[in-house]
């Protein structure tokens, strides 16, 4: 059973830089691409980043939506079985529940507030 969960969400000033987690099970994760979106209050869910699985090998493995491009990176772990979403220059309309996904399943979600 598919299952994802994500952690290092909290409160960050605008500026500041967080670091999310989201290790997954039940499944080959190195074999499968990974993503991370985001839903802020009210709004529509935005796709934030997505980097290949393993088995790409044709230069840049990654893709970051435009709102977050040169801010957010994307790395992941596959001994952890782990993918990381790294949040630099964090402003308040990045404030937003983040959530980790594998085609259709998707984590619970963390919780990132940004303000001063």
């Known amino acids: 059973q598919v299952h994802l969960v994500e952690s290092g969400g909290g409160w960050a000033q605008p500026g500041g830089s967080l670091t999310l987690s989201c290790v997954a099970s039940?499944?080959?994760?190195?074999?499968?691409?990974m993503n991370w979106f985001r839903q802020a209050t009210g709004k529509e869910r935005e796709f934030v980043a997505s980097?290949?699985?393993?088995?790409?090998?044709?230069?840049?493995?990654?893709r970051s939506g435009d709102s977050v491009k040169g801010r957010f990176t994307i790395s992941r772990d596959n001994a952890k079985n782990t993918v990381f979403l790294q949040l630099n220059s964090l402003h308040p309309e990045d404030t937003a529940k983040y959530s980790c996904?594998?085609?259709?399943?998707w984590g619970p979600g963390t919780q990132v507030p940004v303000s001063s």
């Open positions: 980097i290949a699985s393993s088995e790409y090998t044709f230069g840049d493995n990654t």
């Open positions: 039940g499944f080959n994760f190195s074999r499968y691409s």
């Open positions: 996904t594998r085609t259709v399943f």
